[in-house]
Each structure stands twice: as structure tokens, then as C-alpha cells.
């Protein structure tokens, strides 16, 4: 479910299509990670009820720590949620992310390593490693190159792999 009837995308009232799903939801489950992606069809931000379409979430979880997570985000430019802001397609542990033109409130395209069960992002030529507990993970930008941030918020500090 997600996809709704013309005008009725935002709340109090949702009119959702029953003849099409629209999201499918992927895991790729070993006893080192999970990683997880919301496949959908590249659809303007208006055939999404918004509830759909708000804040979605893929990335990976890695074990031996709850906060060891890999994950794409876009930047909120909006005081609102961000709605419709990227699509991704995944096979077992690969999945390719992009931002979506039709997004509402996303700004630019970032991927967010904890410190929590991370090492350090490790930049090699267009690629960004890191390991955690059994596993390591590889970041790389499609187009247009890439710059690695450290950012210190709270005495954590936590790296973003931006497109430049």
C-alpha cells in the first residue's frame, strides 16, 4: 500500500489504491548485519499517500552494537518531514540508493556511519570502508564524486559521505 487516488495524498483524509502496492519491503538477514531497503517505483512525490512517503529509512544494522548503522539520508531543508526523498533497488547485500527529483524538504544526498561499532570510514580513491563486528561495508557515489565529513555533535562524532 501507499500509492493513492489523485488529490487525497495528505491527511485527514487518505484514499489508498488497491489495485497497486507500490512498496516492496527488502532484507538481506545475516548473523552479522541486516540490511534493508523500501524498493518503489521513481513516482512524483504526489501519487504517495504522504504517510508513505515520509521519512523512509534503508540502511544497515550491524551486530555487537544497537547503534551500528550505515544508512543514506538527504538533508531536511524544510521545517516539515521529508516526503518522497529517495528510491533504492537491492540484491542481497548491495543496494543502490538514489535522491529523487520529486522529493518534498530533502536537500542534499548524505551517508551517515555511526562511531558507535564502526571504525573510522576509511576513504580509497571514490570508495568509503568501514568495519564492524564481522562484517566491513563499502560506500561509493555513482556520479559526481564524493568528500568524507567529520562532524562532532555531543562528544560523537560521525562521518558523512557526500555527493558532491
Not at 9 to 17: G, H, I, K, N, W
Not at 78 to 92: C, F, L
Not at 102 to 113: C, E, I, K, L, S
Request: with cysteine.
Amino acid at each position: 500500500m501507499g500509492l493513492v487516488e489523485p488529490n487525497f495524498s495528505d491527511p485527514p483524509e487518505y484514499r489508498l489504491r488497491t489495485d497497486f502496492g507500490g512498496i516492496l519491503r527488502y532484507d538481506y538477514c545475516t548473523p552479522d548485519f541486516m540490511l534493508g531497503s523500501l524498493m518503489t517505483e521513481a513516482r512524483p512525490n504526489e501519487d504517495w499517500a504522504a504517510i508513505s512517503s515520509q521519512n523512509r529509512w534503508y540502511g544497515a544494522i550491524f551486530r555487537g552494537q544497537p547503534d551500528a548503522r550505515i544508512y543514506p539520508w538527504c538533508v531536511n531543508v524544510g521545517n516539515d518531514s521529508t516526503y518522497n526523498q529517495q528510491w533504492a533497488v537491492q540484491h542481497k547485500g548491495t543496494p543502490i540508493c538514489q535522491k529523487l527529483k520529486t522529493n518534498r524538504h530533502a536537500g542534499p544526498m548524505r551517508v551517515w556511519f555511526s562511531k558507535a561499532g564502526l571504525s573510522a570510514p576509511i576513504r580509497q580513491g571514490p570508495w568509503v570502508f568501514a568495519e564492524a563486528a564481522g562484517a566491513w561495508a563499502g560506500v561509493r557515489v555513482a556520479a559526481g564524486g564524493a568528500e568524507v565529513q567529520e562532524n562532532s555533535l555531543q562528544q560523537q562524532h560521525v562521518a558523512f559521505f557526500q555527493a558532491r
